[in-house]
């Protein structure tokens, strides 16, 4: 085995024997409930274990804190509520493989392992796994630690570039020279002061018993004893280890074994570098990069982004799948020429090459254009030229946004909020439009007109103060003020007023409460029709009514009223105290089924049904019938036919 597998070796055994502590440790999870609590709340890592299903059977406070779920909320859950829902399948693949075959996972971090709190955010997560033999069968055990940075994206990686930089330009990084034997002959301050050793515990020991034997490490080990007395001279070797008073650090080191004449045997040069910082900015920009790169092929709207010679650097799937183009035919490819030259458009080159280079963003730029494959559309775009340091260059984010279906609801809502003002200044009938205060905010040419009133002393006016308060009407408050907050819609509601100038009317007023999103507020649309008029003839027809109604009963002489289906409307005093009959067996009935079909007579057949058709008036008809009651009579008919519009 090399010494680069025996180095994973060791760390694979170390992770593991962690892992099995943690196993052991969790091992009487569910002995009694205040063990369990006491040892979950004592790690510093997230713990859940889970059973084969993925229900969460326990949780501890770190993983509450790091997911903002309670432990009551987590519990007798699908732990998949922790994963995002784009890498739930990945998770049921793993889970399924894991319970498989249960085993003893080390440490895992990767792009796909990521963490879903309660409130939509996501974090990268490092995960170990272990299991439990139960008498219930293999539980999972799940650690969780959360790797994500507190500083924003951009901050950490322009961070990381100046900290790179500066490391390049001025490092003072510490170093120590060692004698043939490993022990040390010198050091600088930067090694005193980096590993918080002094001069007197370091000058003349061996390099592994310093700081306490902190320096005792199986890397540096195979570096010295291994490494070096094969090559003279070894750069950039990796150690990493948990030193006694600075924590956990990796340590790039530089080896240099030479030969001094006036002392007659090697000494060791070993310059060190504290890279545990760079690995760690590393890290964030590769996550920063990757963060960015997953924002733009998540984003809905299409993007694209062009380098400063308005090339295609990268494109997202929106933009493709949108416009039907490929990667291949546009990356690399100018913008204009992509898609067999739809993109070059008068107002993308006015924006791109003038408007751009003066203003580094811009919003809201509008586009109207004829694409080969999608038709027309209108594209609202979005443009930012940034500059970027890495590649000493300006490139270009455009963000694109199909309004078309937006444009064309916008022009159908215009033409609606036109046709129904047109409705307004159409009706023949009054109508007025007040805000949720009661405030005329528009009224139509008929209500200026019938009222005597005009659209300056009108509009902005509470309804009430309306030509010199003629609108204030009490039945119109109940309306507005008690009625319509309680039912948005009520209609015939009467109105009787004296009118300023144009004296006393009834009114019937339509009205309806409706919401408007666009002010966000309630308006009321109040319709009115005089009816003056109209209750006058009411009046005039009831009171002919009437009037013909006291003729009926006053005549002496039997009447009867039919339906043009022959059947009894009303008939008067004489008609029953001659035949025999009473309203209630006569009304709604049939002429000829009265008094038990007794006038079911062939001569009055011939007059209603072949005659009257004919000739609407008929006088000194003669028919004579045996009646049931009355005995043999002879009576004679005069039968007129009228519109009966006006009978109730």
Same mark, same amino acid.
């Given at each position: 085995?090399?010494?680069?597998?025996?180095?994973?070796?060791?760390?694979?055994?170390?992770r +593991?024997?962690?892992?099995?502590?943690?196993?052991a440790?969790?091992s009487?999870?569910?002995?009694?409930?205040?063990?369990?609590r006491?040892?979950?709340?004592?790690l510093?890592e997230?713990?859940?274990?889970?059973?084969?299903s993925?229900?969460?059977?326990?949780?501890n406070?770190?993983?509450?804190?790091?997911?903002g779920?309670?432990?009551?909320?987590?519990?007798?859950?699908?732990?998949?509520?922790l994963?995002?829902?784009?890498?739930?399948k990945?998770?049921?693949e793993?889970?399924?493989?894991?319970?498989?075959?249960?085993?003893?996972?080390?440490?895992v971090q990767?792009?796909d392992?990521?963490?879903?709190?309660?409130?939509?955010?996501?974090?990268?997560l490092?995960?170990s796994?272990?299991?439990?033999?139960?008498?219930n069968?293999?539980?999972?055990?799940?650690?969780v630690?959360d790797?994500s940075?507190? @500083?924003?994206?951009?901050?950490?990686? *322009?961070?990381a570039? /100046? $900290?790179?930089?500066n490391?390049?330009?001025?490092?003072?990084e510490p170093?120590?020279?060692?004698?043939?034997d490993?022990?040390?002959?010198?050091?600088?301050?930067?090694?005193?002061?980096?590993?918080?050793?002094?001069?007197? %515990?370091?000058?003349?020991?061996?390099?592994?018993?310093?700081?306490?034997?902190?320096?005792?490490?199986?890397g540096?080990?195979?570096?010295?004893?291994?490494?070096?007395?094969q090559?003279?001279?070894?750069?950039?070797?990796?150690? %990493?280890?948990?030193?006694?008073?600075?924590?956990?650090?990796i340590?790039?080191?530089n080896?240099? *074994?030479?030969?001094?004449?006036?002392i007659?045997s090697?000494?060791?040069?070993l310059?060190?570098?504290?890279?545990?910082?760079r690995k760690?900015? #590393?890290?964030e920009?590769?996550?920063?990069?990757e963060?960015?790169?997953?924002?733009?092929?998540?984003?809905?709207?299409?993007l694209?982004?062009?380098?400063?010679?308005?090339?295609?650097?990268?494109?997202n799937?929106?933009?493709?799948?949108?416009?039907?183009?490929?990667? /291949?035919?546009?990356?690399?490819?100018?913008?204009?020429?992509?898609g067999?030259?739809?993109?070059?458009?008068?107002q993308l080159?006015?924006?791109?090459e003038e408007?751009?280079?003066?203003?580094?963003?811009?919003n809201?730029? #509008?586009?109207?254009?004829?694409?080969?494959?999608?038709?027309?559309?209108?594209?609202?775009?979005n443009?930012?030229?940034?500059?970027?340091?890495?590649?000493?260059?300006?490139?270009i984010?455009?963000?694109? +946004?199909?309004?078309?279906?937006? @444009?064309?609801?916008?022009?159908?809502?215009?033409?609606a909020?036109e046709?129904?003002?047109?409705?307004?200044e159409?009706?023949?009938?009054?109508?007025?439009?007040?805000?949720?205060?009661?405030?005329?905010?528009?009224?139509?040419?008929?209500?200026?007109?019938?009222f005597?009133?005009?659209?300056?002393?009108?509009?902005?006016n509470f309804?009430?103060d309306?030509?010199n308060?003629?609108w204030?009407?009490p039945?119109?408050r109940?309306?507005?003020?008690?009625?319509?907050? *309680?039912?948005?819609?009520?209609?015939?509601?009467?109105?009787?007023?004296?009118?300023?100038?144009?004296?006393?009317?009834i009114?019937?007023?339509?009205?309806r409460?409706?919401?408007?999103e666009n002010?966000?507020?309630?308006?009321?649309l109040?319709a009115? #029709?005089?009816?003056?008029?109209?209750? !006058?003839?009411?009046a005039?027809i009831?009171?002919?009514?009437?009037y013909?109604?006291?003729i009926? #009963?006053t005549? !002496? /002489?039997?009447?009867?009223?039919?339906?043009?289906?022959?059947?009894?409307?009303?008939?008067?005093?004489s008609?029953?105290?001659?035949?025999?009959?009473?309203?209630e067996g006569?009304?709604?009935?049939?002429?000829?089924?009265?008094?038990?079909r007794?006038w079911?007579?062939?001569?009055?057949?011939v007059l209603?049904?072949?005659?009257l058709?004919q000739?609407?008036?008929?006088?000194?008809?003669?028919? +004579?019938?045996?009646?049931l009651?009355?005995?043999?009579?002879?009576i004679?008919?005069?039968?007129?036919q009228i519109?009966g519009? $006006?009978? @109730?």
């Open positions: 085995m090399s010494i680069p597998d025996l180095e994973e070796e060791d760390a694979r055994v170390e +593991e024997l962690r892992i099995n502590r943690q196993i440790l969790a009487g999870l569910f002995q009694d409930d205040v063990t369990v006491t040892i979950l709340e004592s510093a997230g713990v859940v274990i889970i059973d084969n993925g229900t969460v059977l326990l949780a406070t770190p993983i509450e804190q790091m997911f779920y309670s432990k009551k909320d987590l519990v007798g859950n699908p732990l998949a509520v994963v995002p829902e784009r890498f739930r990945l998770y049921e793993h889970h399924a493989q894991f319970f498989a075959e249960p085993r003893v996972i080390s440490m990767t792009p392992l990521v963490g879903l709190r309660q409130n939509g955010s996501e974090f990268p490092e995960i796994l272990g299991f439990l033999e139960t008498l069968g293999v539980l999972a055990l799940v650690f630690s790797v940075i507190g @500083k924003q994206w951009q901050t950490e990686i *322009q961070d570039r /100046e $900290y790179a930089e490391i390049v330009e001025t490092v003072r170093l120590v020279v060692l004698n043939s490993l022990k040390i002959l010198t050091a600088n301050h930067s090694f005193y002061h980096t590993f918080k050793v002094t001069p007197e %515990e370091t000058i003349g020991n061996f390099i592994y018993d310093v700081g306490n034997r902190q320096w005792d490490i199986p540096l080990r195979v570096l010295l004893e291994k490494i070096l007395p090559d003279t001279v070894f750069n950039g070797y990796e150690v %990493e280890h948990d030193f006694l008073d600075i924590g956990h650090k340590i790039l080191l080896a240099q *074994q030479i030969f001094r004449e006036n007659g090697n000494i060791i040069l310059a060190m570098e504290d890279i545990t910082q760690q900015l #590393e890290a920009i590769q996550d920063a990069r963060y960015a790169e997953n924002i733009v092929e998540t984003v809905r709207e299409p694209v982004v062009l380098n400063s010679d308005l090339k295609v650097l990268t494109g799937h929106s933009f493709y799948d949108t416009f039907k183009v490929t990667p /291949e035919e546009t990356i690399g490819n100018f913008i204009y020429d992509v067999n030259r739809q993109w070059d458009i008068s080159r006015v924006l791109l408007i751009l280079p003066q203003d580094t963003v811009f809201g730029y #509008e586009v109207e254009h004829d694409f080969l494959d999608i038709g027309r559309k209108i594209i609202l775009l443009a930012r030229q940034i500059f970027r340091k890495n590649i000493g260059s300006h490139i984010l455009l963000a694109m +946004e199909d309004i078309t279906e937006r @444009k064309r609801l916008e022009a159908e809502i215009q033409d909020r046709y129904a003002e047109n409705i307004v159409t009706v023949r009938k009054p109508l007025v439009v007040l805000n949720s205060d009661l405030k005329v905010l528009t009224a139509n040419h008929s209500f200026y007109e019938t005597k009133v005009t659209p300056e002393e009108t509009i902005g309804i009430y309306v030509g308060r003629q204030d009407i039945q119109l109940v309306l507005l003020e008690e009625i319509l907050p *309680q039912d948005t819609v009520f209609n015939g509601y009467e109105v009787e007023h004296d009118f300023l100038d144009i004296g006393r009317k009114i019937l007023l339509n009205a409460q409706i919401f408007r002010i966000g507020s309630h308006i009321i109040l009115m #029709e005089d009816i003056t008029e109209r209750k !006058r003839l009411e005039e009831q009171d002919a009514r009437e013909a109604e006291n009926v #009963e005549v !002496r /002489e039997p009447l009867v009223v039919l339906n043009s289906d022959l059947k009894v409307l009303t008939a008067n005093h008609f029953y105290e001659t035949f025999k009959v009473t309203p006569t009304i709604g009935k049939f002429i000829y089924d009265l008094g038990n007794q079911d007579i062939p001569g009055l057949r209603f049904e072949e005659i058709p000739d609407t008036v008929f006088n000194g008809y003669e028919v +004579e019938h045996d009646f009651d009355i005995g043999r009579k002879i004679l008919l005069n039968a007129r519109d519009r $006006y009978y @109730k």
